[in-house]
């Protein structure tokens, strides 16, 4: 990776960042007791992009603002050693198994203790309402602490440790799957871990039914409570029942987008497949989810760029 030696630290760039010819997002600067070394190989998980970095000694990080304005948010993973992470006036020390969230465009000071490990990762090309949801967890404590926290942690330990003999179709597969536990974990915080029975009927129903027609009405009447229930039920953890529905099935979608398996179908009849038959009405949200086209995100995890 490129390391630029200056007198007030080390500038490391294009280790998550890999295809930045100028102006690199992902630069900082590394502050060390002695001249900065360090180990570091990234991986492609689809759209997800990871550096797994190795040193013996201290290091403070801090970000360089990059010349372009753009976003980045992080997710981060202490494999051995410990740490802190400070952003936003938010703290949080890190132990050996423990991961954080954060961005790379505001100023945060990551330190680490020497010997560690660290797995960080670019959530840039998730999802938007991932994105979005990362802004309101960053250097959260708890996250590493919830039941789905511990499990995320331990895939993403396994994850670094089994990387290098993934094939490429698994390195997709795994990615798009730590997507779907990070947002899972993130909601889990912000809604305590207690469900109800019947929401978990509601959303076992929903997800057998999602290539049908639903409404709110006919979920309502599915499960004999009023509407306005229904909304309640949704409301109270941080979603309408119309805004649960299109994620599912956008998810399902992009699942489907990416498995080389079903490249025979054209992208029309994928998003049919899940309950959005308007095209370009499917396109629009799409695009207003993943900032990109279904085509070309085909085309781009399944590398036929």
């Known amino acids: 990776m ?14 998550l960042d890999t295809n930045a010819t100028r102006h690199p997002r992902d630069s900082v600067l590394v502050r ?11 991986h492609h998980f689809g ?28 997710l981060g993973l202490l494999l051995s050693g410990s740490g802190t992470l400070e952003q936003s006036g938010h703290t949080m020390k890190l132990q050996s198994g423990e991961f954080v969230l954060y961005t790379g465009v505001r100023p945060f000071q990551l330190e680490l203790n ?33 039941p789905t926290g511990r499990v ?3 895939a993403l330990t396994e994850l670094a440790h089994s990387a290098p003999g993934l094939g490429p179709v698994s390195r997709r597969e795994v990615g798009e799957h730590i997507v779907y536990l990070l947002r899972t974990v ?44 229904l909304h309640r039920l949704f409301r109270d953890r941080g979603e309408t029942v119309c805004e649960h529905i299109r994620r599912r099935r956008l998810e399902r979608i992009r699942r489907d987008l990416a498995d080389p398996d079903l490249i025979h179908l054209p ?22 989810e993943f900032a990109m086209s279904p085509r070309r995100f085909r085309d781009q995890v399944l590398d036929r760029e």
């Open 186 to 229: 993130i909601r889990d915080v912000d809604r305590g871990h207690e469900q109800s029975p019947l929401f978990e009927q509601i959303l076992e129903y929903l997800d057998r039914h999602l290539a049908e027609n639903l409404s709110p009405a006919t979920v309502a009447a599915a499960h004999h409570v009023s509407l306005r229930y």
């Open 32 to 42: 060390t007791k002695v001249r900065y070394h360090a180990e570091m190989r990234s």
């Open 114 to 146: 020497g010997p560690y490990r660290y797995l960080v990762m670019t959530l840039d090309a998730a999802t938007t309402s991932l994105a979005q949801a990362t802004v309101g967890a960053t250097a959260d404590t708890r996250l590493s602490h919830t």
């Open 267 to 288: 992208v029309y009849s994928v998003a049919a497949r899940w309950g959005l038959r308007d095209p370009s009405h499917f396109g629009k949200l799409f695009r207003a």
């Open 2 to 15: 490129p390391v630029e030696h200056r007198e007030d630290g080390a500038l490391v760039f294009g280790y």
């Open 47 to 74: 759209l997800l992009v990871a550096c797994d970095v190795v040193g013996d000694d201290w290091v403070q990080v801090r970000p360089v603002p990059p010349p372009v304005p753009t976003t980045q948010h992080l």
């Open 152 to 154: 995320l942690a331990a």
